[in-house]
C-alpha cells in the first residue's frame, strides 16, 4: 500500500482460488536482496504449502522465479478450483509434497 494514498502498489497471490486454508500463516521478513551486484528490497514469504516466495518489495516481481504448474481439479461438486498454482524455482519446498 502507498502510505500517502491507500492506493494498493501490488499484490501476490502465494495460492489461487485458495479453497484449502493454505493462506500464509507467518508474517512476511525484511530484507536486502544483493543482485547483480546492486541491493533490492526484498520480502521472503512462506506458505502453508511449504513454498517461500522472494520478492521484490517495490513493485512485487519475483526475485527467484515462480512457476504456473498444473494441478488436480476438485472431486467436490459445484467447486472450481484453479487449474493451475504458482511454485518458487528455488528453493525446493520446505515440506513433503503428495
Do not use: F, P, Q, V
Given at each position: 500500500?502507498?502510505?500517502d494514498t491507500?492506493?494498493?502498489l501490488w499484490h501476490f497471490q502465494t495460492v489461487h482460488h485458495d479453497l484449502w486454508d493454505y493462506d500464509v500463516a507467518s508474517p512476511p521478513m525484511l530484507f536486502d536482496w544483493r543482485k547483480d551486484g546492486r541491493t533490492v528490497p526484498a520480502v521472503a514469504v512462506a506458505s502453508k504449502t511449504g513454498h517461500l516466495f522472494i520478492l521484490d518489495r517495490a513493485t512485487g516481481a519475483p526475485?527467484?522465479?515462480v512457476e504456473e504448474h498444473a494441478v488436480p481439479?476438485?472431486?467436490v461438486p459445484g467447486?472450481?478450483?484453479a487449474s493451475t498454482q504458482p511454485f518458487p524455482a528455488a528453493p525446493r519446498a520446505l515440506a513433503a509434497r503428495h
Open positions: 500500500m502507498h502510505t491507500g492506493e494498493r526475485l527467484i522465479s481439479k476438485s472431486d467447486e472450481e478450483a
